[in-house]
């Protein structure tokens, strides 16, 4: 199999996700002590997240390019960003990169294609929702994309950033996340994508009866079925 390069630490909490969904499905199928080769680049989270603020996806490539690079040396044969809104800088590094990168957007529209969604919600961090790089993916594949309302927004992005960034569920997080679902379902969407690597943490399928798409599991899925050659497999 490739030895896949991940870029990582945007969070340390998603990245561990990402790392044991890797690790658990590989052995699933290999058996014994076999684990996939990886490489892992662990970046400083905030550092981006200043960068994020100010709308400068010219530093975030560049610190991007630089944690390719250093993949690329390190053996890597691809690559995956480990996170959402990093790749709002994706266009800027597509080209310049050493190795080639398996986006998170690709495996998400993979996924909804294959269901046959054509209007979905997305949730993420603020940068996520409003830069715009999942809606021009989605849109390329007849797919509509709606976000919560403006307010709604805000309090996702502190959600994301001050509590589960950090690990932390706190309930009143949980009744902000179901009301705002309820309200994207009475909206008209057919499913909703948790467009942050962390929202796994926070939303789960008890709280909507609408489906979820976990960016995090449909991207990790992806990654070892590219890293093994083969396509990616259908959603579970």
Not at 13 to 21: A, G, K
Not at 64 to 92: C, M, V, W
């Amino acid at each position: 199999m490739k030895r896949i390069g991940l870029i990582g630490g945007l969070s340390p909490e998603s990245t561990v996700h990402y790392y044991q969904i890797l690790c658990r499905e590989y052995n699933r199928e290999q058996g014994g002590l076999n684990f996939p080769e990886i490489t892992l680049e662990s970046l400083n989270l905030q550092q981006l997240v200043t960068l994020f603020a100010r709308n400068d996806w010219d530093g975030v490539a560049a610190i991007l390019l630089t944690a390719l690079q250093r993949l690329k040396l390190a053996g890597a044969e691809f690559a995956a960003i480990l996170a959402n809104s990093p790749h709002n800088a994706y266009d800027r590094i597509r080209e310049a990169s050493p190795l080639e990168i398996l986006t998170i957007m690709d495996a998400t529209t993979a996924g909804l294609k294959r269901d046959g969604r054509r209007t979905v919600a997305l949730l993420g961090t603020k940068p996520t929702m409003e830069f715009g790089f999942f809606q021009k993916h989605f849109a390329a594949s007849g797919i509509e994309t709606r976000v919560p309302a403006a307010p709604q927004r805000e309090e996702l992005d502190r959600i994301i950033w001050e509590e589960l960034s950090h690990g932390r569920v706190e309930p009143t997080a949980r009744d902000a996340a179901r009301t705002m679902l309820a309200e994207l379902e009475r909206e008209g969407v057919e499913a909703v994508i948790l467009g942050c690597t962390e929202l796994s943490l926070l939303i789960q399928t008890a709280d909507t009866p609408l489906p979820l798409y976990d960016t995090t599991r449909l991207h990790a899925d992806a990654i070892l079925e590219f890293a093994l050659d083969r396509k990616p497999r259908e959603l579970k």
